[in-house]
């Protein structure tokens, strides 16, 4: 109950703290030029407007469009630890789960504020650029999730010490922006790596709490699908490189485009995911998992597609084309997960 409580008090003070730094909710400040006056006029149709926006712009940087695609994580690798309704009464996996989205709503809120200079030219509606949000605010945002994120982590997870690999993560994503993604091959690599770890983490939050996970086989499915989950994030973070190699070489960030070129980079993704193709094949083939075995090879169509189209463009991706790869990404993975699930 004291836990509870504390995350009760945590959270109402953190809205509190909203509140207070967002004063324009309900006041918006009109200069009338009759009398050189400044005149404050409340006005309920254009409090709401500035309401809608203020909260439009919350959930532009906080990049929320990501929070179902990072539960559904959560839930498949929870099922496959306890594939029952059991899942949804485990208050671990509900811990982890909102400590996993306020780690990902955490990770936009900082690579914002350090990525100032650079989203004036990469991406200019973001909404700390357009100051739509002040630098406080979004301050004040991620110092009270953090709170949040640690009071949670030593309530449910103390006794395991599960919370140092929590604490751990978000260290590493404070440090990203500043230091790591300055790092040739570094920058990819942890981003690939914090985005596939919600696999495994989820799992071992549950389990470590005297739970057997359901695939004992020696083929761990949470392992596979943790893998390619990183191959899909380098995927992605690669091809956004692509897409901001004019706003990284302003700001002499080295990414793998800047550095080795367009083709070279493309010659690396076909490389890997080569590889893990015929990695991964072999071995659901020589096991007779071949549901597996055609999950994973529809699941790897739409990367070969890209990349293939990469070729026939000259080596030269589009906005319009990265953003259409990057979201086929999903498409893949959910085609992966149905045949991972199917009964037969």
């Known amino acids: 109950m004291k836990c509870w409580f504390k995350c009760a008090t945590l959270i109402f003070i953190f809205f509190i703290c909203k509140i207070k730094n967002s004063k324009c909710y309900v006041l918006k400040s009109i200069e009338i030029k009759g009398n050189n006056k400044i ?10 407007i500035i309401k809608q926006n203020k909260i439009k712009s919350y959930s532009k940087l906080l990049r929320t469009s990501n929070i179902l695609p990072t539960f559904l994580l959560n839930i498949l690798a929870g099922w496959l630890t306890i594939p029952n309704y059991k899942l949804f009464l485990n208050k671990q996996f509900w ?28 991406n200019n509606n973001r909404p700390l ?12 945002l991620y110092i009270s999730t953090n709170i949040v994120i640690g009071l949670l982590s030593t309530c449910f997870f103390n006794e395991k010490h599960f919370y140092k690999f929590i604490y751990a993560i978000n260290l590493m994503l404070f440090l990203y922006t500043p230091y790591l993604k300055k790092i040739l091959f570094i920058k990819n690599i942890t981003c690939a790596s914090v985005v596939s770890s919600t696999l495994v ?3 071992k939050s549950i389990s470590l709490y005297n ?13 596979i699908l943790s893998r390619f989950l990183f ?8 091809l956004l490189d692509v897409k901001d190699m004019h706003g990284d070489r302003e ?5 793998i485009p800047n550095y080795f070129g367009i083709k070279k980079t493309y010659n690396l993704l076909m490389i890997l995911f080569t590889g893990n193709l015929l990695y991964y094949s072999i071995i659901f083939y020589r096991s007779h998992y071949y549901k597996l075995f055609i999950g994973f090879i529809l699941a790897n169509i739409h990367f070969f597609k890209n990349l ?7 080596n030269v991706f589009t906005e319009k084309q990265i953003l259409t790869s990057v979201k086929e990404t999903t498409v893949s993975l959910i085609i992966f997960i149905i045949c991972l699930l199917l009964p037969f």
């Open 308 to 314: 293939f189209a990469l070729l026939q463009n000259n």
């Open 211 to 223: 739970y057997t996970p359901y695939y004992s086989s020696h083929v761990n499915l949470i392992d």
């Open 39 to 48: 005149k404050t006029l409340l006005n309920d149709n254009n409090s709401k």
């Open 95 to 122: 811990a982890f789960s909102l400590i996993t989205q306020l780690t990902m709503m955490n990770s936009m809120v900082i690579n914002d504020l350090f990525d100032l200079k650079i989203d004036l030219i990469n």
């Open 129 to 140: 650029v357009n100051k739509e949000i002040t630098i406080k605010e979004a301050q004040c």
């Open 251 to 255: 700001n002499n960030i080295v990414t």
């Open 231 to 238: 191959l899909s994030s380098i995927y992605i973070e690669l």
């Open 201 to 203: 983490l989820t799992s």
